[in-house]
């Protein structure tokens, strides 16, 4: 039994056009006019609708500590938002290997709704860990995740410089969260002990220039090593412009910036402190110009992928102990559904950027960079059939209502958005239909995902 989506108006990232589609044993076997099936077909009527790849989200945090969406509610949000597949980061765990935290967080996420994979992130730099970090393929996990910041996590740049070599070799993309974490310490406990508790002076604890200068840092070594380096949640111009600069110079670097910093700014930080804490999340929001600078180098390309940076902390006994002092909320948004429909109110509607632009940075982008192409992040025959059907002429307002994500908030509160998403397939099976999420938890699989290596990305990007 096939399904057969008819008449949709197909966004590849190279073009638009009207044709039919049919997924055949989880596969896009056909992609032509006028396809018919049989009786015992799935037929979709997509006419004046969009269909799109579904979406790969690079950045989520689902089942840390302390949040509430495991892997079976984040998902089911996730799909409903026309996610298809996510990246998921581990948490680093001291008592154990990175292998056998590995091995754990793949049990932890076996009721997921949709496919998904890992990036390790890697806390330490010793003789095993280099040596784990050339296992990790075998694991089909093909990048790491280092942190220039946090004091639990971050590693110097003599870590740094080594971890990079050790996965450039190993076929592994590194990751990085780029922010000065010992100067941002230093200007916390200035703030604090001027009393300046409030939800800003995060922000102001984080300037652009602590985000501008790891970023630059990152990428000379970066530069050093030939190693790729993904800067992940990319905030702010200053960074950008370091980040242009070695992309430039054919540094192999790749950026991410999240829905969060392209429509909300430091305003939200501003507001009466029990609301102010929702939206406390590293790097901080930032102005309106920083927003028009990231729009930019999406559209140029310099910026190749959105993720959500989902993180479901509560509002209780998470978000609100940051009231009095901004230190104590725990750092981080919720959103992982809200991407795509923002991304098509918010950039497609308003003109910043064209429908295969959100395609191409929402699933063909974080597919190649990741190993995942061409078997995800296109509507191409031989492709699993991962699609989304969006009628772009129904509107909404975000709630948390109606969401799907696990928080008692929404940072989008209120906010406006274009486009319904009536049907979500996941390898050729309906998981959403007429918006309602229908998947099965536990259908979701594992994804091996290929090594990074120089041939393999040729052309890619
Ligand atoms: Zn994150």
Known sequence: MATI??????????????????????????????????????????????????????????????????????????????????????????????????????????????????????????????????????EGVTSIKLFMAYKENMVNDEELYLLMKAAKKAGVVTNIHAENGSVIDCLIEEALSSNNTKPIYHAYTRPPATEAEATARALRIAEITGAP??????????????????????????????PQYLVLNEEYLKQEEKEAVKYICSPPLRTNKDQEALWHNIKSGSISTIGSDHASHPYVNGKENGINNFTKAPNGLPGIESTLLLLYKYGVCEGKISMSKLVEITSQNPAKIFGLYPQKGSLNVGSDGDVVILDPNK????????????????????????????YVLSRGKVIVKDNKVVGEPGSGKFLYRNKFTEQSQEGRL
């Open 229 to 258: 380096a993904y800067i992940v949640h990319i905030t702010c111009e200053e960074a950008l412009k370091e980040f242009v600069r070695a992309k430039e110079k054919g540094v192999n670097a790749f950026g991410e910036t999240c």
């Open 5 to 138: 989506i008819q008449n949709g108006i197909i966004v590849t990232a190279s073009e638009t056009f009207q044709a039919d589609i049919k997924i055949d044993n989880g596969k896009i076997n056909m992609i032509s006019n006028q396809i018919t099936g049989s009786n015992e077909d799935t037929i979709l009527d997509a006419t004046n609708k969009y269909v799109l790849p579904g979406l790969i989200d690079p950045h989520t945090h689902l089942g840390i500590k302390g949040t509430l969406d495991a892997f079976e509610t984040g998902t089911r949000a996730a799909a409903a938002g026309g996610i298809t597949t996510i990246i998921n980061y581990t948490d680093p765990d001291n008592s154990q290997t990175f292998l056998e935290d590995l091995t754990e967080w793949k049990e932890k996420a076996q009721n997921a709704l949709i496919d998904y994979g890992f990036h390790s992130i890697i806390n330490k730099c010793d003789k095993d860990v280099l040596e784990q970090i050339s296992k990790l393929p075998d």
């Open 395 to 422: 509107s909404s307002i975000i709630t948390k209502a109606s969401q799907k994500q696990s928080t008692e908030y929404n940072v989008y509160e209120g906010m406006e958005v274009q486009g319904s998403i009536e």
